[in-house]
């Protein structure tokens, strides 16, 4: 009983958050927006009946009786946040709306409404970062169109029991859905596309469903990193640089991604030139790759269909043999127990990379190619090889399981519980959930490596808290860095110690 909807979790939810959460001060949050302003001045509505539309999958627990807050063309989501309170619900009506959106509070949900096919629009215009960052626990999103951002559609920093459905983004930057550090959440039915690095991006997350999303024209399809127990299942993922990822990125504080199925999607034409920033680890994906898994353990590939994509349909490699990827001395470079069932793969690797033609001249081979294995791969199976074109598997065993219909999801029977975070887990979190998504350790990600700012910044803490609320354009190579100054100032300083200590 691990699908649909989870009626009996909704209201386990709806007591415990009544229980906790109004007992725990607002100090404890950890993101909180540094914006206290104006209430919010549009028309309130009480709507009691509102419906929500709810698909499958339900984990953040929505409560029933919480207010329904209007947001028409003219008024501002944010003001409708602020006045929200846990169990609210902003519903967006169709119009344009430029702004960006902090939700730092648990059990909000935005949902749009969507009125002959027209959408409540959030356009950044080119100009803004982000169009909404939730760090709230039980947050929802649904039905918003959101366009030309430079940053991400949507982040998660920290935020556990999210769900993020039936959304349209075209052009938003560098991620469009990225969750991350979240732990039981479900990203479904979003069309996505336009996106510079990854269209999803699971981050250092847990127990994830990816299922039922149109990603195509990206760098990245759907890309699991740092990641375990997720579902990536009946997408539809076209005419990107590389299709699927599952990834160990070495630098990032949680060093292992295992446990992630890949099956039912469609993987097809992932042809595009690769127009990722110079140097990001994306930037090394070669067009023409449906599946990369690289570093991480135990997935299962199976029921997919992948054609016409032109280096291969599956590359597995260790980060030794990985382009831009540095080594982490904490991270195992190499892909153990990859699992790979029946799939349909036609016609791949039929113009692939140099690399791909000299490991196959090793094996006397010559032609297209649909799985590529380089480096090392421990306890790998695969079953029916004489299916596929292959290089690079032939100490790969028979796998002893053919399916995984016994596996529905790896959301959790019950939601996790809002965070509560002290102190001095403030920098931490923060570290984890905000600055990871663009710095690593030791290498280059969308921003310097973390041992080059130390090296910087080592006794100037508060200098460094100073360059994030106001930072300054300083390499030419690199973006740049937006502001966190929604980041309270205690928060600021906590994360400058956090990312001055780390030692990897
Ligand atoms: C969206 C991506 C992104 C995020 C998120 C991000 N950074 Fe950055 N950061 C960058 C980029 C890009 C640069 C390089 C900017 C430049 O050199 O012009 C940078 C540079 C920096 C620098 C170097 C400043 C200097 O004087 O050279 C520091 C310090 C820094 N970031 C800290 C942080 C911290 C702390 C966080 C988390 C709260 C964070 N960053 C989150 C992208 C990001």
Redesign the pocket.
Known sequence: MRTGTLAAITLATAAFVGGLYLGQSSSEVVITSSANGAAYSGGYKQDQDAELSQTSGQVAAVIAEGKTIAVKPGDSIQEAVKSAQPGDTIQVFPGSYHETVYVDKDNISIIGVIEKGERATLDGQGKL?DAILYSGNNFVVENLKIVKYK?NAIMGQAGNNFEIRNNHIVDTG?YGIFPQLGKNGVVEHNVISGIEDAAIYVGMSDNIHVAYNEVFDSVAGIEIENSRHAIVESNYVHNNTGGLLAFITPGLPIKTTYDVIFRNNFVVNNNTPNFGAPGSTVAGVPAGTGLLIMAADEVVVEGNIFSNNKTAAIIITDHDNAPNTTIDPGADPAADKVMILDNVMLNNGYDTIDDVKALMLTELKSGPVDIVRVGVSRDSCIINRHRYNHVGIGDFGTCDFTNTDSIDTYLLDEPVPPREIKGEDKGKI??LG??T???TYNGRM???PVQL?QA??MDNPQG?AD??AN?????DD?????P?NY?DEET?LA??KY?LSRTN
């Open positions: 970062n940053g560098v923060a570290y905000v600055c998504g663009c710095h969308i921003g310097p700012i910087l910044y460094l360059y994030i930072p300054v354009k300083k390499r690199y973006p740049e860095m937006p966190q980041l600021r994360v400058a990312m």
